[in-house]
């Protein structure tokens, strides 16, 4: 039972591991750090898989559990991204990338990396088309609410990508 | 910029990481967690252990002695001590239910700064009262001892009350500096930084 319970459970991670991989990207820069988180998530969602009913869908429980591992995680404090940062970013993503957007994308990732860590929460969620009800609840706060500061980071955006 | 325009920037950014294989993620399931109430739990346990093992050693150290003011202080030491694995025992029960990353990110933290500030308070109070408790039941066991006339003869002089003044005051000194560095060591600013999260959340 309990082997069929984490066969299911390791196919259910295998199957949205791009999830999880983003929200690191999202945290963290150190890629050892990042390992360190990956596990953390999977840990922490493993932890919480028997309680896991499937009244939300799948995909917002594993970002209600990944944000809030990776928000108020007990790690190294997260140092501010640097343009330092962001070549590495680029070195690694540059073969994989469409050439003619990179700079948008390093931009956009640049930028994000700037905002605070709940602000960083919001927009990943927005850019994966989750919607604004889903956001809503994994952040706790109201529909209204998100909507207010979904302007207010694209505002935002918007002035980090233009600098 | 749009929020649209923005989803296709991120759409074709889909970053290149290493996929992990199904062996590497079930390993994963046995390693060890990270997280703040895992390093909670690891404390307690810690203390737990140490209160123990203090208290055995007392209650040997007990034993051999005839009666005394030390035996006495010992035994209210071991006391202290009992009190003290409970609330231990007790604390540890409700960690290993505590599953706050089932909640939504605000009341995660809510219950985060909750966890972590009752935690600290208790720390912070058990030094600020048990110290100057002891230090006085100290005293009072070496009055038993002595017997009241010879002992407040004893301490009327200036030069016992200078001594026990000072001595009070780099004792609660040290043991709050103590208390103090082991808390920063243990928790650093991650209580802060919870607080500002939740701050932020409620922008």
Redesign the interface.
Known sequence: MVIEE?KK???L??EH??LI??VC?MYENDPDVRN?L???I???L???FS?FRGEAKITTWMY??A???A?????K?TRHVKTEDLKELHM??S????ED?EE??QR??FAIRQL????R?M?MM????VPYEEIA?????TQN?VRV??NRI?EK??KL?SN | MELEELKSIWKNSEPLFQPKGETEIANMLKGKSISIVEKLKKNVWFELIFTIVVSIGLLVYALLLTSGAAKWLSISFILMCLAYTIVYVKKLIFLNRFNPANENIRANLVSLIEKVSSYLKFYKRSYTILYPVYFCLGLLFAGIERGADAFFENLMKPRTMLLLTALAGLFFFLSTKAANWYLKKLYGNHLEKLKSLLSDIHG
């Open positions: 984490e459970f390791i196919s991670i295998n591991q791009g991989h983003k990207i360190d990956f596990q953390e999977v840990l922490q493993w932890k919480s309680s209600r559990i944000l809030n591992t928000i108020s995680g007990f790690r404090q690694n993503i073969d994989a990338w469409a957007r948008d994308i956009l990732h605070s860590e709940i602000e929460a927009i927005a850019l994966e088309e609840e994994t952040i706790g706060i609410n500061r979904m694209r955006l918007k990508m």
